[in-house]
């Protein structure tokens, strides 16, 4: 595990937009395209702002999202509505190549089957993947919420453990908008070929904390984030003063 630690969000925003740029630049060269999933909260925005102006071909770039709401795509609790708003409304990328949580299904269940299925089909093509193995994306992006949850991978649920989907519904806990949610399980996640996990924000300190130290006397949900070198921790050092 790397950790990388910046003055501020300004700081850790800026550079990880870097980093996005010259991987995807590296793996459009390799082999011809770039697979991001992109994570909600308030830690990317300032980040998708800049990735606006930054030389990225788009064309060659799939997006999609580590969870989100089981709310209209319109609707400001949306995933997909804060990052349409700030990133991808302001950048010339092909519609298909944004594959959107269906939340226009009928139930929550329904949606993380048709997410999975829409996932599994993508990377079976562009991976050729068997049916028996994990899609690998290029870079999954996380934040963590004050609680230790990632994705929407909440403290104490079973789904935590869950080795089999890729994509599940989770339910929040009372003290979280919206109830019902889609989200990756950490068998895609910790299957990526890299991974960012952003952590910003003085409310965030405990967890970082007990993440770093890697205390497990009460395992919370980002101590399930796989601690190779695959995966970088963003730090921004404001949340330690």
């Known amino acids: ?21 010259n991987m995807a630049a590296g793996c459009i060269k390799t082999k011809g395209y770039f697979t991001i999933s992109l994570c909600g ?24 999202w580590g969870d989100e709401r089981f709310v209209d795509i319109n609707d400001d609790n949306s ?8 990133l991808l409304s302001k950048i010339d990328i092909p519609e298909e190549n944004i594959f959107i949580t269906p939340v226009n ?5 329904k949606t993380a089957s048709e997410y999975e299925k829409s996932i599994l089909d993508f990377f ?21 919420g004050n609680d230790g949850h990632t994705a929407s991978l909440f403290p104490n649920i079973p789904e935590l453990d869950e080795k089999e989907k890729l994509i599940i519904n989770t339910k929040s806990p009372e003290y979280a908008v919206v109830d019902d949610r889609i989200s990756f399980t950490f068998k895609l996640i910790n299957s990526a070929d890299n991974i960012f996990l ?3 924000g ?12 890697n205390n497990t006397e009460k395992k919370i949900p980002i101590q399930y984030i796989d601690r190779s070198d695959k995966t970088q921790v963003l730090l921004d050092m404001e949340m330690f003063k």
């Open 202 to 213: 003085s409310d965030k300190k405990k967890i970082a904390d007990q993440f770093l130290n």
């Open 198 to 200: 952003l952590l910003s």
């Open 79 to 86: 995933n997909y509505k804060m990052t349409y708003d700030i």
């Open 1 to 21: 595990m790397k950790i990388v630690k910046f003055k501020n969000l300004d700081k850790l925003s800026k550079c990880t937009a870097d980093f996005i740029v």
């Open 105 to 109: 299904e009928s139930t929550p269940e």
């Open 124 to 144: 079976t093509k562009h991976q050729k993947l068997d049916s028996c193995k994990t899609p690998i994306f290029d870079l999954i992006m996380l934040g963590a």
């Open 41 to 64: 909260g308030s830690s990317p925005r300032k980040l998708f702002n800049i990735l606006t102006s930054e030389n990225i071909d788009w064309n060659k770039v799939y997006i999609f």
